[in-house]
């Protein structure tokens, strides 16, 4: 993929710049729901567009369908925790919702586990 | 694509319940190989930002002078059916990035641990990785050139993994022979949790 890494270290920008102006430098707590496989859905519309940056709204269009955050970050070709800033805003305002992972990794749900067995075995 | 029904009755969106399973190993056992041979999309690449400390937006964002450096993951997605979606990451190259093999586990069914038996040593880190956490997993020995020297026996002595964690062959180019894997651990999974009940 091409330009991953040469934005990354721009040497006439300097290193970070692109990120750091995707959050508009804010700094502000990370939902911690938000892991790599966590599932985001796009509301039928986001309630307030024009307080929404080009970045969010790119998130808005891509979770038409559930994605979960690594895809998200993937198809917008920018680091995680650049997306989980973003999602952070966008959960906040009410404009998507989300499902995490299991918070009891030791003991998944035995359907659940069934569920998978059977999809992977009739891909 | 499989087509994703939009709403529950009622009206509430329908948000697939994800699940994650961890394929580790050490560089070049045929990690990323294996994602892609049974991933229903081509494999997605992203990266998280890292400094010495961990990751977040403090951290990483907020100042940008500090020394950070990035963590590539590779991974794949099965959608199960329109409620469950399953993804596969391949651990990241680097063993020294802990903080990111946390979140990979997170939450994982389990973990698939590819080796190679020309470099068995590769894989203990992942092998105690995943011991220590009491994640489920199996082991895969990829079969490269030679492998077939080895007797399974042979491998497991050498690897040190107790007689209750299954061992399997496979070639992770093909498709078949990954899915039979991904089927064995989530037997695996399924059998530890039956154990406990
Ligand atoms: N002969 C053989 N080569 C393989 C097999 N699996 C992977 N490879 C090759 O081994 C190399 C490393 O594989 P890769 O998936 O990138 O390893 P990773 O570092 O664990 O992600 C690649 O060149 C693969 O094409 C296999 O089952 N047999
Ligand atoms: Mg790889």
């Not at chain 1, 024009?50 to 998200?72: F, G, K, N, T």
């Not at chain 2, 494999?43 to 020394?67: C, F, I, N, S, Y």
Request: glycine residues 8%.
């Amino acid at each position: 993929m091409a330009g991953r890494e040469d934005w990354w270290y721009d040497e006439a920008a300097g290193p970070l710049v692109r990120p750091y102006a995707m959050v508009r430098g804010r700094t502000r707590p990370l939902r911690p729901e938000l892991h790599l496989v966590t599932q985001v859905r796009a509301m039928p519309s986001p309630a307030d567009p024009d307080a929404l940056s080009v970045e969010h709204l790119e998130i808005m269009e891509l979770c038409r369908r559930p994605l979960s955050v690594a895809e998200v970050a993937a198809y917008l070709d920018v680091p995680l925790v650049v997306v989980k800033v973003l999602l952070s805003d966008l959960i906040q305002r009410g404009d998507v919702v989300i499902r995490d992972p299991s918070r009891v990794p030791q003991v998944p749900d035995r359907n659940l586990l069934q569920a998978v067995l059977d999809g992977v075995r009739g891909i | 694509m499989v087509s994703v029904e939009s709403e529950r009755p009622g009206g509430e969106l329908l948000v697939p319940t994800p699940v994650k399973i961890v394929i580790a190993g050490g560089f070049g056992t045929g990690k990323t190989t294996m994602v892609n041979a049974v991933s229903e999309i081509p494999p997605l690449h992203t990266e998280e930002l890292l400094t010495e400390a961990g990751v977040g937006v403090d951290d990483v964002l907020g100042l940008e002078q500090k020394e950070t450096t990035t963590v590539a993951l590779d991974f794949g997605r099965i959608t199960i059916n329109p409620e469950v979606v399953l993804y596969l990451f391949g651990t990241p190259g680097q063993n020294r990035f802990w903080f990111m093999w946390d979140e990979l586990a997170y939450g994982a069914i389990g973990a698939v641990i590819l080796v190679d038996t020309r470099r068995l040593d590769s894989s203990f880190p992942s092998i105690d990785f995943f011991e220590r956490r009491g994640i489920p997993f199996i082991i895969a020995v990829n079969c490269f050139e030679g492998a077939h020297l080895y007797e399974v026996e042979e491998v497991r002595r050498a690897l040190d993994v107790e007689k209750g964690i299954p061992l399997v062959l496979c070639d992770a180019r093909d498709r078949e022979s990954a899915k039979t894997v991904l089927v064995n651990l989530i037997q695996h999974t399924m059998d530890r949790l039956d154990a406990m009940a």
